[in-house]
Each structure stands twice: as C-alpha cells, then as structure tokens.
DNA sequence: TGTCTAAATGACAAGGTTGTCATTTTTTCA
DNA sequence: TGAAAAAATGACAACCTTGTCATTTAGACA
C-alpha cells in the first residue's frame, strides 16, 4: 500500500459497480440506491479514495477552492507595528463561512499593488477558483478590474456600484461615539481625526459634524482639527498641535474623539505630561478597536469597533450563496454593503453625572 | 472572444508548430530554437493562454501549490487580544520565499486539532501540493503524522528528529536577556517566569539559570518565581504574589525578567502602584518582542525578539531547496533546527553605570 | 556535396474524472 | 401477470496537458 493512490476505478472493481455510480457517489448525485450507495462508499472508505483535483478540474469546473487576495502579510513584515495587520479578522470571518461550506482558501497575498492582484487573478483563474475575495488593509476605493465571471467581492473597500463590495459604516460609528458621550454627559466634545484625504477620515468627520449639529450642540465648541494623517513617528508633532489649541480653546472640551486608537494612545502621555488624568480630567475616545492598542493602552480606550469580522462573514455569505444559486438576483441594488460597528466600552471615558444630556431631535 | 479560453491546440496552431513545441516553451524546457521559442510566445500572448492547471496535473504533479496550516486566524476570532497573532510573521516569512519560487501557497487555517490537521492534510495532497507547512501558534511538541513522500515543515514546534522542523533558541534567548542586563551592571536579577509545563517556559528558564550560573552571580540572588502559565486575566494575582515575594526579598533585584511581554505589561502599573519607578529604580525585561504589546508600553519594553519570520524564511528556504532537488542530502543531522532572536533595546531597562560587569568565565 | 551526428520538432498515448446517452433493473398499475 | 413508465446503472467519449519515442531538420566534417 506504499505510496498507493486509488483512482475511481479501483474504488469501482471493489465496489462491484461502474465507475460512474462511484462517480455519483462522490458528488452526491441523486438517482443512486442507498444500498449501492452504500456499498460504493465502504469501498471508498477502504481504499482511502480521494478524486484527483486534476482529473475533476478538466471535466467539471468544480475546484472547491476559493481565491483571496490580501496585502495584510506583506504589509507585516514590512511595518509590524502599524500595518494592516487588524484586516485578519476579515479572513477570519470569511474562513468561518468557507470551512461550513467546505471551500478551501487559496490566499495569495500580494503587495496592494495593480499589477500585482491583475497577476494574482490569472493565478487564480487557472485554478478555476470558484469566487474571489479582495481584501483591502484599509477603507478606500479601488480601480475596478475586468474579470471573467467569477464572483468577485472587495472587502474593506469598494470600486463602483456594480462591484461586490462590503465597507465599514464609518459615518454611523463616529455617531455612535458621540451619542455615546453624549449619554455620558459630554457636551463639549473635541475632535482630532484621520486625514480627510482617506475614506474613513472623511466620514468619520461627516459623521461627528452632523451628529453634533443634530444634538444642538452649540456649533463653536465643535473642536476639529485635521490634517493629522496617520499616527505614525512623525506626525507626532501634529497631534502635539492639534491638542495644545484643542485645550487652549475658551471652554476647553470634556472629552476628545480621536480618528484611531493609535492616535488616542499617543495622545495619553501628552495630556497626562499636562497634568490631565484620564478620564478624571477629560475622557478620549479611539476609533477601530485595535485589540493590542486598545487594550495595552493604560487607561484601557473606550473606542468604536471596526465589524472586520463581520464585514467578512457578509461578504463570504452573499459569495457562497451566489455560488449556490448563481441566477439569483442580488438583494443589492448597489454597493458597497455598510456595516456597522459599535461602542466598546473600555476605561478611558467617564460619567459626567452632573450634566443632563441633550433632547434628541427628531431626524 | 468573450469567455473564450485558448487552449495548447489553438496555440500551437497559431504558431504553426507542434503542441508539443508549445508545452516545451511554457514549461521552458530547453531544445527549442530561439526563433521558434519567440513565434510561440507571440502566440500565447495574442491568444492570452495559461495552461489548464487540471490537465496539468494530471500528466506531471506540478501544481506549483505549496500548502500551509495554521491555526492563528481561527483563533484569533475566539480570543482576539491573545492568540498567536505574532505566528503571522512566519508565514510572512514563507511568503517571501514562495512568492519568489513562483509557487502559491494554499492555505488552511483549521483548529489546532489532530483530526483536522489529517484532513487539511488530505485536502492538500488531493490538491497535489508539493510541501506543506504547519506552523504553531506556540512552541511545542506535536505527535509526528505519517504523510505521503511529500515534504513536511513543522514551524515553531517539533516533532521528532526525523520531522522537519524549525524552533525559536528560547534558552538563547534568555541567555542573551542575562547578558544584556549583566552589561547593563546589573547583578541581582529576578525572574518570572512561564509555566514550565511549556517548552518555552522550560527553556527560558534553564537559559536564565545556567547563564546565572555561568558568570557566577551568587546563586541565591536568583530570584526566580514561576507558576505563571500565562499572561490572561486570571493569573493577574499570580504576578502580584510573584513580584512581592521578589521585592519584599533581603536583596531585591535591580532588573526582572518577565516570561513574555505581556507579563511584564501587566507589571508595569503594579510596579508603579509601589512608588518604583521604570527603569530608574527597577528595570524590566519581556520576551517575544510581541511588536504590539511592546512598544505600546510605557516605558516600551526592552525584550527578546522570537525569530518568528526568520524562522518562516528558514523552513521555506529548506523546503524549496527539497523540491529542486529531492535527492539531496539534508543538512541537518537532526532536527528541529533552532533559530536565534535577539534583546531589542527600548526603554525598559536602565544602564548601572557605577556596577562593575563579572567577567566571563570560560565556557 | 554527401554523410554522419546532434539538435529540434512532432505524433500519439495516457492520465482520472464527468457528461451524454444507452441499457438494464425496478416499480407501477391495469 | 404483463406492459409501460420510472429509476438506476453503465459504456464510452471528451477534457488538455506532458512523457515517450519517432522523425525531421540543421550543423559538422570529410
């Protein structure tokens, strides 16, 4: 039995049938006799058949396999800090999804670059792969690209209303942040955000502008300051800026949403270095819920959760039931799908029991 | 030409040649005329053809698909602020090489469970992959599985000498922390370890002992406190016990070293709480250079890195090197090959200056 | 130029599966 | 019980490539 691979028609001698009642046997096919089916499957059983992918491949166009393209692994090892690296909790849902139905993943993870997922898409096409994932490291928008009819679905990000694709709902998390302050008794609520010249900078910001004007919060303590692009080393000057006229402002605010946990992390030793304590003398918010940061930060961050998880369960679920059914209409008029993300509450916002809250206005 | 896919025939036909001259130039054997070499090519090109990889398969067993399990994304879902996150710099390790050798990797994230291990197995070998990989999210000893012929890389685990497999040098490791504190001047060195039911835990403590020994640091001001299994939020009390024992000693330690980074996060505010002062009245050392957990501590951690993508890149090195020449004799006598990290220096540990350094006996 | 050798090219089978269609077996119902 | 219908099963081609070995072409040398 050394090295032995049984074929079909080894399974089908033992079984004393044709090949293709094993051939139906092995694909579930209806029209085969349980006793047969039964009989064949022992023979399989013994044997330890398992159909040549190859031989299958040229028949049907059934490959059980599932591309994904993801940069998350380059990007690692390139910047193991910072780096995009939350984005496995995309694969991770979209795995859950493709193990029930028994896909298998083939990932290639390539540098975010055109070039590069065109290339990665002619491997995968002769693999016959049935469906495609793209994930993106962050929320941005990306050239759409001509494939073949596979299923094609963009995660974290979107190409035009006709691509498949699946977004954070980052106008509504940002909300969710301030009517979560807003709960806490914040009125006064500062805002350093993500640059706007990126998808979640510009709705995160959208998002906190009109959740405040929707409160009736008085519109000059809107304390917004921008153009901190990333919280990278060298922006750190930036952010320095941003919160010296955030504080130096007539009635300072209680509380500061930040544009990621990274910034808010950064933000900590500057406000305490300021002698503020957190959350006792003012109460930050992040944005993301980066596990590590989120979590290693002292105090602990409160912040909002990016659905990564989710948004790859939805894309998975609507990619496999596409499969399924490939005529059936799409629930979706246009994309990109928005998730939404929720409030994690963590250490670094407190309770302004004193103030009353704000009447909510009628949308 | 809309959904219409050349194949060799047509090709070759185009060509005015052989299909045989044409499978000759896609797999770039040699024999073919430059001139004709270049007619073909042109061919393949216009026709936009890639060879059927089914068909492909069924002739030579080229899949050019290396396959890999892992169990980091799986279980990053169920326990997203631990879990083995950091074991994605190995396969970022593998990835490089891979891509380089133009080879896919096919990958199955699958719970870290014998059975499923056996059928990712299976699913790859019908997938005729030509080596597999199986990374842990941890260092230790996996029962060996009978394979077919086909390569097999443990990666940051073992098996048994005849399994391939590369391990992080943890008792280097730790010796290495020694040193860097013994130049440091510090002398009276504490230790907190993980559990020893653990390879690395074992490892690292033995590396801390002998080392303790070897510069012959009077034996009974090693401090060495273990018990800990690991960082999460039950064992919290466990650390405070540990670090009492320590401080409340005759002769405290000048420096600690904790089992991994995140134990010596979660001593920080402990530390703190007893008015010390990190790294000026006490310095801290952590273990596995966890990218996030270290440097999001304040002071960020000086720690030992675990080699986790050079140990990636020499398993792949390896396996590649089998499938280029598969008669090749090993170079390893035995195995696992043990990789060595390195003290990333940050912030954590304090130079005493005044302290002369024990010289170095003789090994 | 003709012969011999080496290089280049081609003809054809084989590989393991599924689709099509034919055949056999079982079931149904008069 | 027998004929018709339905269900189960089987025979065989086709899928596209590469390996083997045969044939043709180009090159070397007398």
Chains 1, 2 share one sequence.
Not at 48 to 54: A, E, N
Not at 246 to 260: E, Q, W
Not at 321 to 335: G, I, M, N, T
């Amino acid at each position: 039995m050394e090295g032995f691979l049984a074929d079909i028609h080894d399974v089908a001698k033992l079984a004393g049938v044709s090949i293709k009642t094993v051939s139906r046997v092995i694909n579930h096919e209806q029209g085969v006799r349980e006793i047969t089916r039964a009989r064949v499957q022992k023979a399989i059983d013994k044997l330890q058949y398992t159909p040549h992918i190859g031989a299958r491949l040229m028949r049907s166009s059934k490959s059980n396999l599932i591309g994904l393209i993801s940069s998350t692994i380059s990007t690692v090892s390139r910047d193991p800090v910072k780096s995009g690296l939350s984005s496995i909790h995309i694969v991770s849902g979209i795995q859950q999804y493709c193990r029930k139905a028994n896909k298998t993943l083939l990932i290639i993870d390539t540098e975010p670059d055109e070039e590069d997922i065109k290339s990665s898409i002619d491997i995968f096409r002769s693999h016959q792969v049935e469906g495609i994932f793209h994930i993106l490291n962050y929320h941005h928008q990306v050239s759409p690209l001509q494939y073949s009819d596979t299923p094609f679905w963009i995660v974290n990000g979107y190409s035009n209303s006709q691509t498949a694709a699946v977004v954070p709902d980052d106008y509504h998390g940002q909300k969710l942040a301030v009517e979560y302050l807003l709960q806490q008794g914040h009125t006064r609520i500062g805002y350093i955000g993500l640059s706007t010249s990126i998808e979640a900078g510009k709705l995160r910001l959208k998002g906190f502008q009109e959740t405040i004007q929707q409160y009736d919060l008085p519109y000059d303590l809107m304390l917004t300051e921008l153009g901190i692009k990333n919280a990278s080393d060298n922006s750190f000057s930036l952010l320095h800026e941003a919160l010296d006229k955030l504080l130096k402002h007539a009635s300072p605010p209680t509380a500061i949403c930040f544009g990621n946990d990274e910034m808010a992390l950064q933000a900590i030793p500057i406000l305490e270095k300021r002698g503020l304590n957190i959350p006792d003398d003012i109460s930050i918010m992040g944005y993301d819920n980066d596990f590590a940061t989120a979590a290693a930060a002292r105090p602990k961050l409160t912040t909002v959760s990016l659905p990564y998880q989710r948004m790859g369960q939805i894309a998975a679920e609507n990619l496999l039931r596409q499969l399924q059914d490939p005529d059936a209409e799409s629930k979706f008029e246009d994309y990109p799908i928005k998730v939404k993300g929720e409030v994690v509450v963590r250490e670094s916002v407190r309770a302004l029991s004193s103030i009353k809250i704000a009447s909510k206005k009628i949308i």
